[in-house]
């Protein structure tokens, strides 16, 4: 009997708690009121208004809020998935038709053309700040290590053979020879000749 009596307060309690459900209502199981549910998808959320989804980055900005940064104000309902359309969630990419695509990319690349061939067409171009540096004796293909003539295109240096022709080369200075010749003398031991 006393079986009976647990098993009867158990099924009556279960009862009185599970409540009554419908597709579309819902009954409170503490006060007794029956919900009409806003999506049967989603009993959990009760009557619970969900206003149409809006992404926060296409509000306007300059419109002042509460919550500046989430462009939202206290007390507006969100929508059930309001992680999905936060400034948080990620970009939403608004795509234009190709041929919209196209007529952008055309004015840009052609504005960037047409820059360039003003800047050519009337020489806006500055000349250089200085004399591009050149290098005697073949462009000093020796020096770098040419060891044939043949190969001396490899190793030069931007040579100015007209300039070379035209003023020649510097002779050896005297005093660097002499100091040349006192450092060698100096530093035989060290120097293998």
């Known amino acids: 009997m006393f079986k009976s009596v647990i ?3 158990v ?3 279960l009862r009185f708690n599970r409540g009554i459900t419908t597709k579309t209502t819902i009954s409170d199981a503490a006060t007794g009121r029956v919900i009409k549910l806003t999506d ?4 959990e959320m009760g009557d619970y208004p969900n206003p149409e989804a809006l992404l926060a980055q296409s509000k306007s900005p300059y419109v002042k809020y509460d919550d500046q940064q989430n462009r939202r104000n206290i007390g507006d309902p969100v ?3 309001d992680d999905l359309y936060d400034m ?10 190709d041929k919209t695509a196209l007529k952008h990319n055309a004015i840009f690349f052609g504005l960037i053309f047409g820059f360039g061939g003003l800047l ?7 000349e250089k ?3 591009p540096r050149s290098y005697p004796y073949n462009g000093l293909a020796k020096s770098l290590g040419s060891g044939n003539p043949e190969h001396d295109y490899l190793y030069q240096s931007r040579p100015d053979l007209e300039a070379e022709a035209e003023l020649g080369i510097l002779p050896p200075q005297d005093d660097v020879i002499e100091n040349t010749k006192l450092y060698q003398s ?4 060290f120097i293998k000749q």
């Open 120 to 126: 050519t067409y009337f020489e806006l171009n500055p």
């Open 40 to 43: 049967p998808n989603r009993p």
């Open 11 to 13: 099924t009556n309690s």
């Open 129 to 131: 700040p200085g004399m």
């Open 88 to 97: 948080w969630s990620p970009d939403y990419f608004q795509f234009v038709s």
């Open 7 to 9: 098993r009867s307060s």
């Open 186 to 189: 100096a530093n035989a031991d």
């Open 79 to 81: 929508n059930f998935d």
